[in-house]
């Protein structure tokens, strides 16, 4: 199992910045597909960005060209930099990771962008 702990959310001001990192409890070099998820209120969970399973970073249609996925390996870390934050970019974001057959997911950090 791969335990995910998400951090970095906050309250931002739209067009405002905020960088999400995700730690894990084991290495990362061999994990892929990773990334992020966000939920909105009221809202189903929704992609985001990841690493696919070639190590490829992708984009959801709604964040491209705003967010962008990075990883450092050597600290299990996962980040999420997202820029010109909007109103609906407000939800909790979770990491998710798919290893070993198993698929684990992180308890999600809060990201509120106001008016």
């Known amino acids: 199992q791969v335990q995910l702990v998400e951090s970095g959310g906050g309250l931002v001001q739209v067009g405002g910045s905020l960088r999400l990192s995700c730690s894990a409890n084991?290495?990362?070099?061999?994990?892929?597909?990773i990334g992020w998820y966000r939920q909105a209120p009221g809202k189903q969970r929704d992609f985001v960005a990841l690493f696919t399973s070639d190590g490829i970073a992708n984009y959801a249609a709604s964040v491209k060209g705003r967010f962008s996925i990075s990883r450092d390996n050597a600290k299990n870390t996962v980040y999420l930099e997202m820029n010109s934050l909007k109103p609906e970019d407000t939800a909790v974001y979770s990491c998710i990771a798919f290893w070993a057959g198993r698929v684990d997911w992180g308890r999600g950090t809060q990201v509120t962008v106001s008016e």
């Open positions: 084991r290495s990362i070099v061999v994990i892929n597909p």
